[in-house]
C-alpha cells in the first residue's frame, strides 16, 4: 500500500497587510526589536496573516472519526503565518508536533528568464527540539506560496511519520470530497 498524509490541507489563505514599503527600515527595526515575540501588535507596519483548513483524523480505532479544523495565526511573514497556522490547526491532535521549528528558509527561482513567472524552488530546514534531529524539505511552483505550503506541509508529514498509524486518511478524503 502506498503512502497516505496523516493530515490534509483543504484550504488556506495568506494575507499581508503593510504600511511602510521600505524594506530597509522594516529590517532595521527588526533587527533592534530582536528577541521579541511581538507578532502583529505594538506598531508595526507590517502584518502577515494566513488561515488553514486541515482534515484530520480524531480517533485511530475510529477510521471515520475525523475532524476538519480551522485555524487563524499570524507571523513576520507569509510562510511563518502559514506555519503557525498549521502548527496551531495539528497540534492538537498531533501533540508532538510542539517540538517542530523551523530552522532555515531559502527560495531560489529556477528559471531567471521568467522573470515573474519563473519556477520557484523553496527548500525548508525543520528541527525537533527536543531530540535535535534536522529534515529538509523542497517544493517547487510557480507561486511562491504555494511551493511553500507545500514544503512545509511535508515537514509537519515527515515530522509525523514514527507516530502516526497506517494508511487511513486517503479514503475518507475520497468518500468526503
Not at 28 to 55: I, Q, W, Y
Not at 92 to 114: F, G, T
Amino acid at each position: 500500500q502506498g503512502y497516505c498524509p496523516p493530515f490534509r490541507v483543504l484550504d488556506y489563505t495568506a494575507q499581508v497587510y503593510d504600511t511602510n514599503v521600505d524594506s530597509a527600515s522594516r529590517v532595521m527595526s527588526k533587527m533592534e526589536a530582536h528577541g521579541s515575540e511581538n507578532h502583529g501588535s505594538g506598531g508595526k507596519t507590517s502584518l502577515s496573516r494566513a488561515t488553514v483548513k486541515v482534515r484530520v483524523l480524531d480517533n485511530a480505532d475510529d477510521e471515520t472519526d475525523f475532524t476538519d479544523r480551522l485555524d487563524v495565526a499570524e507571523g513576520d511573514g507569509p510562510v511563518d503565518a502559514l506555519a503557525n497556522a498549521l502548527k496551531q490547526a495539528l497540534t492538537p491532535s498531533h501533540p508532538e508536533l510542539k517540538n517542530l521549528q523551523l530552522v532555515d528558509y531559502k527560495v531560489r527561482i529556477l528559471d531567471p528568464e521568467s522573470a515573474t513567472q519563473a519556477a520557484t524552488r523553496v527548500m525548508i530546514e525543520f528541527k525537533d527540539v527536543e531530540t535535535q534531529v534536522k529534515w529538509t524539505t523542497v517544493s517547487v511552483d510557480r507561486n511562491i506560496i504555494s511551493a511553500s505550503l507545500n514544503a512545509l506541509v511535508d515537514g509537519f508529514e515527515y515530522a509525523l511519520k514514527e507516530v502516526v498509524a497506517g494508511c487511513v486518511l486517503d479514503d475518507l478524503f475520497d468518500d468526503f470530497e
